[in-house]
C-alpha cells in the first residue's frame, strides 16, 4: 500500500518531531513579567551557596527511602535547602518554614513535599482502582479533594500523579499508576494534574503535581524494582511515554526521574529523556527532581563516582537533588574547578523560584501552614462522602455464577478469611493517614448495613504461610497473627460455613505486598488463603470471593472454586462500608479492569494491545505448532483489559460509522447504542478501539482510543459516539515520525477489549 505521511520529517533520526507545540497552561503575562522582575532582583543578590542551597532536597519526617537527611533546621537556616519533603502537618511544616523565613539570611520561604498517591488524612482507593473507575471527572474531583485537604495539612507539593504505563503485575509498583495502557493513561494523568492544580497554582487550596517516575519505570526487566529497562525508542514513544507527555500537556508544573536506565543511562543522568524529550519537544518548563537518593544511586549503577554523577545529573537536566546533597557538596567545588557553570546553576535555581513564586510563597510562605485553616478542613464529611462513592465505581465485578451478588435473601452471612477484619489493610499502600482515623473493615461495614445479627466473622487462617514475611508486611501493628493452631482456626471457619447462607470470603494481598520494593514472582493469593478456600467451596455454601489486591493475580484457580468475584483493590478510607454498599446492592460496581488478569504468570507480559506476529493463533483454538502459542496454557489472559461485570447487563447495537472512506484530515463518527437490558439502575463503560490493518511498522492488535461512562435506567438506551480522526489514528514510526498512514482501520466498539464489534474504516 501506498503510504503517505502526515507532517514534516524530525530533523534527525533520534530526535522524534513536534506536532505542535504543546498547549501548556501558563502563568498570565503580566503575573510572568512580575515573577522574571522577582526572580531576577532574587537572583542577584543570592551567593552562589544560596543558589545552589535551591537545589537541595531533604528529607524530615516520615522517610520513605533507606537514607536519611541530617542536620535539616541547620541547613535552612544556612540557605542550604529549597525545600523538605515527609514532614505532614501545618504546624510542623511552620516551625520549618519559618527557620527558612525568618532566620535564613534572604528569608526565601520553602516548597513542602509530600507523597499524596492517593489521599492523605482522607485516603481514596489506591490508583490501579481509580483507573478502574474509567470516570476522569471522578479522578479530578478526588485529587482536587487531596489537594484541598493537603494544601490545608502544609503541603504545597504532591509527588503524584504516578503514570508509569505497566505491563508486569509482578511489579509491586503496579498499584500506584493507571495500569497497562497509554490511552486511558494519558487521560488519568490529565485529570489528576487538573485535579492538583486547578486554574490557579496561586489558589491556596491548588498544589503543584509532581509527575512520575519519569520515564519508563513500569517497564522494569522481569518485574523486579529498580531494574534496567530495556524497550526500543519507538516502543517507548509509542506505549510507555504519551502518559508522561499529555501531563506536561496539560501544564503540569514538575516532574521526577525515575530510578531505572534506559538506553544504558539512568534517567536521572539522562538528558535524551529530560533535556531533549520532556523540555525541548514537549515544551516543558516546570522543574525537575531526582527521586529518592536518585544522585547517589548512579554510583552503584555503576557510572562514575560521586562527583562524576552529580555532574551527570545537572547536565541532563536535572534541577533538584532529593536527599542525595550531591549537588549541595559537590558543586561548589565543581564551580570553581570550571567542570560546571554558573549558568547552569542559575537555570535550576530560577525553575525552582518559579514554582514558589507560581504557588505564591514570595507573597504568603505560610499559606499552606496555617495551623488554624488545617483545622476543619481534613478527613470532613464531604471528602470521606466522595471516597466512599468513589469506591464502587473502581470495583471490578468478575464473577457473577447465577446472579448471586447484589447478597438478597441471604439471611446469615459469614465473612471469613484473613482481610474480613482488618482495618489497617484497607488503606492500600501508600497511605499516610494518622493511624487514629482507621477504617472500617469488611465485617464492619456488613454489620452496620444488615444488622449485627446477620453477620459473623472467622479469620479461616492467617494470610501467609511465612510468619516472619507477614510480620514485616504488617504495617502499623497491621494484621495481628492469630497464634491458634491452623486446624483450630480453619475449624471455627467451617463451623461458621456450615450455619450461614452464604460465604463471603475476603482474601488476597496484605497492602504491603504491593508498592514499592513489593515485587512478587508468584502473583497468586497467598498459599493458605488458597486452601482456605477451596475448603470453604468444599462445604457447597454459595462463595462470594472479595478480593483485596494491588496488582493482577493469576485467579485460574479460585475462578473456578467461587461462585462470584469481587476485586475490591484496596479502597481506602470508606473501604469497610463502601464494600458493604456493593455487595448489598445498595450500588452497583461499575470497575472495568485496567490491566490483564493473567491466565498464569509464564504469560506475563500479557497485555490486549499487543502485536500481532507472523504466525497469530486463532482464537480459542487448542494448542496448534509453529504458531505462536503455548503447549500448556491459552494466550489470552484470565480477564482481559477493559473487562468487568454489573449487575444490569447491557447490549451493543452495531457499530455505524458517518463515513466509511475519508482523507487523513477528516473525522469519521463511530457510533453504537447501548441498551440496558437489566433490571438495575447501572453505569457502563463504552469503549472505542482500533486496529491499523497494515502499516509501515507492524501494530497493536488492537488499541484503546476513546471511551464514555454512562449510567442508564433499566431499558434505557444511549447513542454513544466517538470521533476518529487523525488523533486516534496516528501513531510513532520507525523514524519517530508522528504520521497517520491511508490504510484500513477496524474501529471497534465494546463493553471489554475482548467484546467488541467493529466496523470497516478505509482513509486514502
Ligand atoms: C519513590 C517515589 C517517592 C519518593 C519520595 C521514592 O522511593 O520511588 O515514588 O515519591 O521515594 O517519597
New binding site residues.
Partial sequence: MNKFLVGALAAALCAPMAVAAPAQKRVPLNREAKMRVKIDSLMSVMTLEEKIGQLNLP?AGIL??DARSENVAENIRQGHTGGV??TIGAQACHDLQRIAVEESRLGIPLIFGL?VIHGLETTYPIPLAQAASWNMPLIEEAARAAATEASAMGIAWV?SP?VDVCRDPRWGRIA?GPGEDPYLGSEIARAMVRGYQGNDLADSTTVMA?V??YALYGAPEAGRDYNSVNISRQTAFNDYLPTYKAAAEEGAGSY?AS?NDFEGIPATANKYLITDVLRDLWGFDGFVVT??TGIAEMVPHGLGNFEDVTLRALDAGIDMD?VSEGFKNVLPKAIAEGKVTEAQIDAACRRILEAKYKLGLFDDPYRYCNPAREQGAVYTDADRQLARAMAPETMVLLKNDSQLLPLEGKEKIAVIGPLGDSPDNMFGMWSMADERVKPVSVYQGLKSALGADRVKFAKGCNALSDDALEAKLSARGGLERDNRMPQQLRAEALALAAESDVIIATMGELMNMTG?GASRADITIPEPQRQLLADLAATGKPVVLVLFTGRPLVLTGEAQLADAILNVWFAGSEAGDAIADVLTGKVSPSGKLPVSFPYHVGQVPVYYNHKSTGRPHPQGQPYIKYRSNYQDIPNDPLYPFGYGLSYSTFEYSPVTLSKERMGTHDICRASVTVTNTGTRKAKETVQLYIRDRQASSTRPVMELKGFEKIELAPGESRTVTFPVGARELSFYNHELEYVLEPGEFDIMIGSASNATQSALLTVE
Wanted: hydrophobic share 40%.
Fill in positions: 528529607v520513605t527511602g519533603f515527609g507523597d509527588f504516578m500506584e509532581c512520575k517516575h521526577m530510578f527521586d529518592y532529593m514499592e
